[in-house]
């Protein structure tokens, strides 16, 4: 638990609740975790700016202690993810809210924004593309960084048999390859994502299956229609675009127009390893 929040179950939809942290008072912040963790991984940041604001980290249907509804294709889509932490705020007191993601849960916030511009206020993403983008910048060699994407976007079946038969190397593989400073991630963290996260293969890989599926076909849907994210927009990214051969801020600024983006020079799982960098970029998105 995040020392001083409160823990609770939030029903956001038919037959699925949410575990969700909740601290401190003042004007609401949702944080959003990625793979392969939990909402443990906002214990830093949250604490901080649970100060002066009230702080929401629910786990995303499909990790951690939410639920894990099976898969119909519509399921772990981001647009159905997104209205999971609309209803969550609502359920909580909260109309209009600012919120940040991290990873896979950068990738709801953006759907959030898109889908719901007038109850988001501010948008932050740490380390991770617009799903089209994404997908877009993968090509050659390169994109072997990123096998994981191709592997869970299979039909179901071989990748939650892969997956499982050794899910700790799996999940263990990203934590240690993504993390430029391991003792960000405590053992007794560590050991907190690799059982949630053995504990969900199917969920995930549906997560990630749908990036590959119905998330581009609502991106498509999007850009197609010129939408884009109307609030403060703040970016947080290693520079892994000059490695793969794309203007990482160009990407973004072309979904959203008021943006501020960063580059950062931890690895991936900044919120554990930059945290007071984080907070700062978060409390400065919130006074714009």
């Not at 990123?146 to 997956?163: D, K, N, T, V």
């Not at 973004?252 to 907070?279: I, K, N, Q, S, Y």
């Amino acid at each position: 638990m995040i020392p001083s929040f409160t823990q609770q179950r939030v029903t956001v939809a038919d037959g699925v609740a949410l575990n969700v942290a909740v601290g401190g008072s003042g004007s609401p912040v949702v944080l959003l975790h990625g793979f392969p963790q939990t909402h443990l991984m906002w214990r830093h940041v949250a604490a901080d700016l649970a100060a002066d604001h009230t702080v929401i980290c629910p786990d995303l249907r499909g990790y951690g202690d939410s639920d894990k509804p099976a898969d119909d294709g519509q399921t772990y889509s981001k647009r159905t993810m997104a209205a999971d932490v609309v209803a969550l705020a609502r359920a909580l007191g909260h109309d209009r809210f600012a919120l940040a993601g991290h990873d896979r849960g950068a990738l709801v916030a953006i759907r959030a924004g898109l889908d719901h511009p007038d109850v988001i206020t501010h948008l932050a993403s740490l380390d991770v593309l617009p799903t089209l983008d994404m997908w877009d910048v993968m090509h050659g060699t390169t994109a072997a960084i990123g096998f994981h994407l191709y592997l869970m976007a299979q039909p179901p079946g071989l990748p939650e048999a892969m997956i499982t038969a050794s899910a700790d190397a799996f999940f263990g593989h990203f934590l240690d390859q993504w993390a430029a400073d391991p003792a960000s991630i405590p053992d007794d963290v560590r050991g907190t994502y690799l059982k949630a996260s053995r504990e969900a293969v199917p969920s995930i890989v549906a997560d990630y299956r749908a990036s590959a599926t119905v998330d581009v076909e609502h991106d498509l849907a999007d850009r197609s229609a010129g939408r884009v994210l109307r609030m403060p927009v703040t970016v947080l990214q290693q520079d892994w675009g000059a490695a793969l051969g794309f203007d990482a801020a160009a990407r973004w600024r072309a979904w959203a127009p008021d943006l501020v983006h960063r580059t950062v020079t931890c690895g991936h799982f900044m919120a554990e390893e930059a945290p007071g960098e984080v907070v700062k970029a978060l409390r400065d998105l919130l006074t714009r």
